[in-house]
């Protein structure tokens, strides 16, 4: 990561999409999926579906605030995952899916919570948002297979 940029971290469900979604957006400068928000170091995927870990499937993103805000990004995040459902996301089922904001610094906290006081606010979900917001907990990058995912497989986004 240079001076210019910055990071952040989401968990939306399976971490395919969620990356590809955030690696098309004009000022991200990388992404990468990993784990984080659980009880062991270094797991694997194998270990994390089991949903015994605790950890989340989630995306790193760097990107460059002069191109796009924290905001746009947290726009992105809302706009592609359904924030109601605890532990799932389509047809994926587990703690691993959750929805979940991990914020890098006071200034991410403060718009993540208020980015969903906004929308709960904005009567679009009839059911309450349950998306976890904290500290940015240690990412453990996923398997060098599960990286940019879709793309190499020349997919633009998972297929339920």
């Keep these: 990561m240079n001076n210019q940029t910055q990071k952040a971290m989401f968990g939306a469900g399976c971490f395919w999409g969620v990356e590809a979604e955030f690696a098309a957006l004009d000022g991200v400068q990388s992404t990468a999926v990993g784990y984080a928000g659980g009880t062991s170091e270094n797991p694997s995927y194998q270990e994390v579906c089991t949903g015994r870990t605790g950890h989340a499937e989630v995306v790193q993103v760097e990107y460059d605030p002069a191109q796009v805000s924290y905001d746009e990004l947290l726009q992105l995040f809302w ?70 995912y879709l793309e190499k497989r020349g997919a633009k986004s998972c297929s339920f």
Aim: no cysteine.
């Design 79 to 148: 706009e592609n995952h359904n924030p109601t459902t605890p532990n799932r996301q389509g047809p994926d089922i587990g703690t691993q899916y959750r929805s979940a904001i991990f914020y890098y610094d006071d200034e991410q906290a403060e718009k993540a919570r208020a980015s969903k006081q906004k929308l709960e606010e904005s009567g679009a979900f009839s059911r309450p948002i349950v998306t976890e917001i904290t500290t940015a907990p240690p990412f453990y990058r996923a398997e060098e297979y599960h990286q940019q």
